[in-house]
């Protein structure tokens, strides 16, 4: 199974972008990238997923690059309520997550 | 929503005693996964089960068995209960509806602490 690498954590100011990286090189040719957040003493909830290309929906969009070795989760506008950790997950039927990124912002 | 609800919320035990944990989905959905979330490791997969009777290993699986003689239940049992099996416990399925697919949906999780 791929392995990914996401930062630990990282802080955006509210109302502006956030770019949040995974690297995931050894993934293979025919697993999705996922991408799930968790908020505090909840379960993890999906936010997107793609194969090859950018992916967009009503909470997010999703850049893969052209090798898919890396792709970046986007959060256009940042609210209060997007302080979680991020994991991304490459995946066929299984699913392995890592740490993930927690996601701080600031008012 | 996939309508899926784990029992009990939360549950305190002994060690050494056998615990059940029950994962219910309302949807048909055939994949189903136990997780365990601790401080500083994300969230590890025990097992998973892609059909009634159909399971498998994921990577943290010792110490714990299941089942799935039927669709809709996926069962998680700790035979004998340690203390290094105090931990969060969640369940998911994979949330497909013919060819479309809509991830992966948790259950809010159990609270298990083993004394």
């Known amino acids: 199974d791929a392995k990914t690498t996401q930062p630990n954590s990282m802080e955006s100011n509210e109302e502006e972008p956030v770019h949040l990286p995974c690297n995931h090189s050894?993934?293979?040719?025919?697993?999705?990238i996922h991408w799930y957040r968790q908020l505090p003493s909840q379960g993890p909830e999906y936010v997107i997923h793609g194969l090859t290309s950018n992916v967009n929906n009503r909470m997010a969009s999703l850049a893969i690059a052209e090798d898919r070795k890396s792709s970046t989760l986007i959060l256009h506008r940042a609210t209060l309520r997007d302080a979680a950790v991020y994991y991304c997950?490459?995946?066929?039927?299984?699913?392995?997550f890592g740490t993930g990124t927690s996601l701080t912002v600031i008012p | 929503d996939a309508g899926i609800t784990q029992s009990p919320r939360h549950k305190v035990t002994e060690t050494g005693t056998p615990v059940t944990l029950r994962c219910h989905q309302t949807?048909?959905?055939?994949?189903m996964y136990w997780y365990r979330q601790d401080p500083g490791h994300g969230l590890r997969l025990i097992h998973y089960s892609y059909g009634v009777k159909d399971t498998d290993k994921g990577e943290v699986s010792d110490g714990y068995s299941v089942s799935r003689s039927k669709t809709e239940d996926f069962l998680l049992t700790l035979e004998s209960a340690t203390s290094s099996q105090t931990s969060v416990y969640f369940c998911?399925?994979?949330?497909?509806?013919?060819?479309?697919?809509?991830?992966?949906?948790f259950g809010s999780g159990t609270r298990l602490t083993v004394v």
């Open positions: 998911a399925i994979s949330n497909r509806r013919g060819n479309t697919f809509y991830g992966y949906t």
């Open positions: 949807e048909n959905h055939r994949y």
């Open positions: 050894t993934i293979s040719g025919t697993d999705y």
């Open positions: 997950i490459p995946t066929g039927n299984q699913f392995y």
